[in-house]
C-alpha cells in the first residue's frame, strides 16, 4: 500500500517523498484506514481463489503488513515474503520475511511463488505493462498474480458535491506530482493476458461511504496529506478540502467511493490440478 517508487515521476518524484511520506506522523494509521475498508474483501477473494497451507507468498508494497498477517493467521500459508521500499511498518514475526526493495529496478528477483499479490501499487507506478510481465515472471506454474487498484468512480457524470470535487483534484494533482494514474487500472485484465496467464477475470468492489467509516477517514487523512498537490490544480482550494472533509462526516454525504478492481491470472503448468 505504501512506498513504490513512480519511475520516470514528474516533478513531485516518488510517492512517499513529496507525497504521503512515511515518516509523517499518522502515516501508518492511514495506511490502515485503506486496510479496514479493503481487507475483507482482498482476503475472501485470495481464498475464493484457493490460496491457504502449503502456499509460498509474495506481498508487493505491503504497507503495514496486513494482508501479510491475515494470509498466515486466516488462509495458514507456509510463508510471506513482504517488500516495500520503506519497511518501517511491517512486523516481524514466524512466517514472515521483509525485505526492503525497489520492485521496479532490472534486478528485483527474490524467487518464485505460488501466489503473487500487489495491491494498490501499479497505480502510482510508469511502465505498468512491463511491470505486470516482470511480476508474472515471479509466479511459480500453477500459481496466481493478483493486482488490485483504485478505479475513479468521481466521473464528470456524477454531481458535483464537495466530495466529488475534491476527489477530482485529488485525482489531478496526484497524477501531476506522482504520477499516479488509475485511468489505465480497468486494463489489468488485458495486460494480464498479454503477461501470458491465463483463466483471468476481475471484479470491483466499492465501500460504502458513511461518516466514521474507515473509508471515509482514509479520504480526509489522504486529503491531507496531498492538500498541496490539490490545490495546485486550481480547481479547490483550503475553504473547498474542508468542506469535503466535513461533508464526508455528515448526513449530507451522499457518493460513491472509489473502487477497488482486483484482476487475477493464472501461470499454466500443465501438471497441476489447477
Known amino acids: 500500500m505504501n512506498g513504490v517508487p513512480h519511475g520516470g515521476a514528474p516533478a513531485g518524484g516518488r510517492y512517499g517523498e513529496a507525497v504521503f511520506p512515511p515518516e509523517r506522523a499518522g502515516e501508518g494509521e492511514r495506511i490502515d484506514y485503506g486496510a479496514l475498508a479493503y481487507d475483507g474483501f482482498s482476503m475472501a477473494r485470495l481464498r475464493a481463489l484457493g490460496v491457504g497451507p502449503g502456499w509460498n507468498c509474495l506481498d508487493v508494497g505491503a504497507g503495514t503488513g496486513t494482508i501479510a498477517r491475515r494470509l498466515l493467521d486466516e488462509a495458514g500459508v507456509a510463508g510471506v515474503l513482504a517488500v516495500d521500499r520503506d519497511v518501517r ?16 529496478a532490472p534486478d528485483f528477483a527474490p524467487g518464485t511463488f505460488r501466489l503473487v499479490h500487489a495491491r494498490f501499487v501499479l497505480m502510482h507506478l510508469a511502465e505498468r505493462e512491463r511491470l505486470v510481465s516482470s511480476l508474472a515472471e515471479l509466479v511459480a506454474p500453477g500459481g496466481v498474480l493478483v493486482l488490485s487498484d483504485a478505479v475513479d468512480l468521481t466521473s464528470d457524470r456524477t454531481p458535483d458535491t464537495p466530495y466529488t470535487v475534491a476527489m477530482r483534484a485529488m485525482w489531478q494533482g496526484l497524477r501531476a506530482t506522482i504520477g499516479t494514474d488509475v485511468s489505465v487500472v480497468p486494463t489489468y485484465p488485458h495486460l494480464l493476458h498479454g503477461a501470458g496467464l491465463g483463466r483471468v477475470a476481475a471484479e470491483i468492489h466499492v465501500p460504502p461511504l458513511l461518516p466514521g467509516s474507515p473509508i471515509s477517514r482514509f479520504w480526509a487523512e489522504t486529503w491531507d496529506r496531498s492538500r498541496a498537490a490539490m ?28 473502487g477497488m478492481l482486483t484482476a487475477w491470472g493464472w501461470k499454466p503448468d500443465d501438471h497441476s490440478a489447477r
Open 89 to 104: 511498518f511491517l512486523p516481524r514475526r514466524p512466517g514472515l520475511d521483509v525485505l526492503a526493495a525497489d520492485v521496479t
Open 231 to 258: 490545490l495546485a490544480t486550481g480547481s479547490v482550494d483550503d475553504a473547498a478540502v474542508d468542506e469535503a472533509v466535513r461533508y464526508l462526516d455528515s448526513a449530507a454525504c451522499a457518493a460513491l467511493s472509489a
